[in-house]
């Protein structure tokens, strides 16, 4: 079985490919200790769909604000999601958002594995 899957189950399609191909070069022990702070900071993309959703119909932004996007967020907030089509794109976008917040993350932490 995956040895990635093992330690961060929760990662799939393009997630997991990317981290495969991260941490390919990677003993058990850094494995372990990098799934251990990535599953700590890690963003799941159904949380983003969720905070999307918010976003667009009581607090705009606060989907970028949740991907540590604070400039945005404050745009957000002061044009109401972007009259709305920012708001729109992020719920049809999440996966996509999640996975270039976790790659950036990823990227993140590796450096001190």
């Known amino acids: ?3 990635i899957l093992l330690e961060i189950p929760e990662a ?3 997630e997991l490919y990317f ?3 991260l ?3 990677c003993d058990q022990e850094q ?3 990098f799934a251990r702070i990535y599953r700590t900071r890690r963003r799941d993309p159904q949380n983003v769909l969720i905070f999307a959703v918010i976003g667009l119909f009581v607090i705009p ?3 970028r604000l949740y991907l540590n996007k604070v400039l945005m967020a404050v745009l957000y907030l002061f044009t109401a999601g972007l009259c709305l089509i920012g708001s729109i794109i992020d ?3 999440y996966k996509e958002m999640a996975l270039e917040y976790n790659q950036a993350v990823a990227y993140e932490i590796i450096e001190y594995v």
Do not use: A, K
């Open 1 to 3: 079985m995956n040895r």
């Open 12 to 14: 799939t399609g393009e």
């Open 19 to 21: 981290l495969e191909r």
């Open 23 to 25: 941490l390919e070069t």
């Open 31 to 33: 494995l372990s200790q």
């Open 61 to 63: 932004g606060i989907q």
């Open 91 to 93: 719920i049809v976008n």
